[in-house]
């Protein structure tokens, strides 16, 4: 999977330094360069859409959780036609939605057509669509980023969180971006790495190894 230079170095430094139950809170760089703001012409698509709302009604049982998904779907299309950057970001707070509901999500039904082997799968295939609907690369995030061993979580300048941790064991905060730097929100995901993840170096690792990812990639 592709680093981007803003994790590159959250990467290195946890290989070098390891992690032990005290959790080692990555810091990086402070600034990034601007991204161009390129509009997609497949975006805002009515079919990528309802294919979103397809996915929404099986991933989450009748009730509060999803009502209230619903209205944050709703609100991405509201605008999407008019407001690209507006939309990307709405899409992004309700991924993050979506994360901290994930306990809600109900077992795939081997009915569905296509049939995901588990929840974490199915849901990182909503994000697929929720991605290419707003016009963004497909993230493909591998489901371990939902699962034991892995985190996701988004970070946006207009939210209050601005970390993402894999608790005791490692973590990445990204500071506020000012005009030079990439402000748009992205989707984050830790993955644990198998030892020993150095390859050829004179550095010495201690503590396991994670890799860091941005959706969509931080530019540059």
Request: hydrophobic share 40%.
């Amino acid at each position: 999977m592709r680093f981007t230079p803003l994790f590159i170095v959250a990467l290195a430094a946890l290989a070098v330094t390891g992690c032990d139950n005290d959790g080692p809170r990555i810091t990086a760089p402070p600034t990034v360069h601007s991204p161009t703001n390129v509009v997609v012409a497949s975006a805002c698509d009515n079919l990528v859409f309802h294919q979103a709302q397809v996915e929404q009604g099986r991933l989450f049982p009748a009730g509060d959780v999803l009502d209230d998904g619903i209205q944050r779907l709703a609100a991405i299309q509201a605008v999407c036609g008019s407001n690209l950057p507006l939309a990307k970001e709405r899409m992004l707070y309700y991924v993050q939605y979506t994360i901290e509901h994930f306990g809600d999500v109900l077992t795939p039904n081997p009915s569905d057509v296509p049939y995901f082997a588990s929840k974490s799968a199915a849901m990182v295939n909503h994000w697929n669509t929720l991605f290419e609907y707003v016009g963004y690369p497909l993230p493909n995030i591998p489901p371990a980023a939902l699962e034991p061993g892995g985190a996701a979580g988004v970070i946006q300048d207009i939210a209050g969180g601005r970390e993402v941790a894999l608790l005791y064991s490692a973590a990445i905060t990204i500071p506020p971006q000012d005009a030079e730097g990439d402000q748009r929100g992205h989707l984050v995901t830790i993955l644990s790495l198998a030892s020993p993840c150095l390859g050829s170096t004179n550095l010495v690792q201690s503590g396991p190894c994670y890799q860091f990812s941005a959706y969509p990639t931080v530019d540059p």
